[in-house]
Nanobody
Framework: QVQLVESGGDLVQPGGSLRLSCKASGFTFSSYAMSWYRQAPGKERELVATIANANGGDRTNYADSVQGRFTISRDNAKNTVYLQMNSLKPEDTAVYYC?????????WGQGTQVTVSS
């Protein structure tokens, strides 16, 4: 079955960096776009970044709020998608989720907590 397992969340000071990882299994990873979402307390889940599959040229898209600070990438040999987060701000504090739509069904990981605070 499809599984997505995130890791890498932590407590970090403003201006710091983190790299999140999402290990995928149960589907042909290279054939599907992958996304990162986040959900802050009391707020709706929001799309952070998406990376296309190889047929889509691995094109990336970002929310305006993270453009220029976050980078999504993928390693198809490792079935893993990454989110490099730089210049972190307190407003980036949230649970970050990995997402894939496989055969029109959305799948989510369990989430990883990112807290940006001094």
């Amino acid at each position: 079955q499809v599984q997505l397992v995130e890791s890498g969340g932590d407590l970090v000071q403003p201006g710091g960096s983190l790299r999140l990882s999402c290990k995928a299994s149960g589907f042909t990873f290279s054939s599907y776009a992958m996304s990162w979402y986040r959900q802050a307390p009391g707020k709706e889940r929001e799309l952070v970044a998406t990376i296309a599959n190889a047929n889509g040229g691995d094109r990336t898209n970002y929310a305006d709020s993270v453009q220029g600070r976050f980078t999504i990438s993928r390693d198809n040999a490792k079935n893993t998608v990454y989110l490099q987060m730089n210049s972190l701000k307190p407003e980036d504090t949230a649970v970050y989720y990995c997402n894939a739509y496989v055969r029109l069904t959305p799948y989510w990981g369990q989430g990883t907590q990112v807290t940006v605070s001094s």
